[in-house]
């Protein structure tokens, strides 16, 4: 039986989704690892931590316009009702989160007492945001910050649970296309063999 016809995205967004999700992953992890790191080891993962952040806002930025000029794939025609306002939910949601977090992270770091600079990849000197140093409690403002950007990490933990659980139900026990419609076309028959189609 010849392989379905997949609409897939575009491969810019494709590529934006990747390159967004590895750095994401890679900042939940070093966030949660902070507290277990010693003294030189943590400031060396916090510029990184930081760099990573800010591309996060930045490729989030160009994944939106890209979007915006660029129409994702028609909803697939296999999800129905419930599922399909669950799965738009979630990518709403998601997008929310990839500005929100490292804009609190921002508006933590640039209000801390601490005056730390933010040097993106020990490179490109990184602005603090105006006037927050110089509120009346920068240092209760900077910790308030500091706990809402921990909350909201760990919202976006909760939501990528759905998200990849959902993707792998869908690659694995339904066994159709959807997973397909976020990888590059080359793999498409490599991930085939591995869940034991001919392709
Ligand atoms: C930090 C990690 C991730 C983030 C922030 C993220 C975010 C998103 C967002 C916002 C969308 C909606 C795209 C749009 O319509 O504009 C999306 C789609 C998608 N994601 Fe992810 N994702 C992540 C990781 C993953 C992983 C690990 C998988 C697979 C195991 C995955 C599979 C998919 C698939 C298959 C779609 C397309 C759904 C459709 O058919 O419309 N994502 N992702
Ligand atoms: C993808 C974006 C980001 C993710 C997923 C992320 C995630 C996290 C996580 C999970 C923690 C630990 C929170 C906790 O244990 O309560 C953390 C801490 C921290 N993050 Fe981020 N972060 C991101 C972006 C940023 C950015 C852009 C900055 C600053 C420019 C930043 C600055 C910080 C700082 C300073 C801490 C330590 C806070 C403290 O010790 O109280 N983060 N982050």
């Not at 020990?122 to 110089?134: G, N, R, T, V």
């Not at 759905?162 to 498409?188: C, N, Y």
Request: glycine share 6%.
């Amino acid at each position: 039986m010849p392989a379905p016809d997949i609409r897939r995205y575009h491969a810019v967004a494709i590529s934006l989704h990747w390159l967004i999700a590895v750095l994401i992953i890679a900042n939940l992890a070093i966030g949660l690892l902070f507290g277990y790191m010693a003294r030189p080891d943590r400031f060396w993962f916090m510029q990184l931590h930081k760099s990573f952040g800010i591309t996060v806002l930045a490729l989030t930025c160009a994944r939106l316009s890209w979007r915006l000029f660029c129409k994702p794939p028609p909803e697939p025609a296999s999800l129905k009702g419930w599922e399909l306002w669950a799965a738009q939910a979630v990518h709403v949601l998601l997008y929310v989160l990839m500005f929100a977090i490292p804009l609190s992270g921002w508006v933590l770091v640039s209000s801390s007492p601490l005056h730390i600079p933010t040097v993106l990849f020990w490179s490109i000197p990184w602005p603090h945001l105006p006037f927050l140093d110089s509120l009346g409690d920068a240092k209760a403002f900077s910790h308030q910050a500091g706990e809402i950007h921990g909350l909201l990490a760990y919202g976006m933990i909760g939501l990528l649970v759905l998200h990849v659980g959902a993707a792998l139900r869908h690659h694995w026990t339904l066994k159709d296309e959807i997973l397909f419609r976020m990888t590059p076309a080359f793999l498409e028959h490599f991930l085939r063999r591995l869940r034991g189609e001919k392709a």
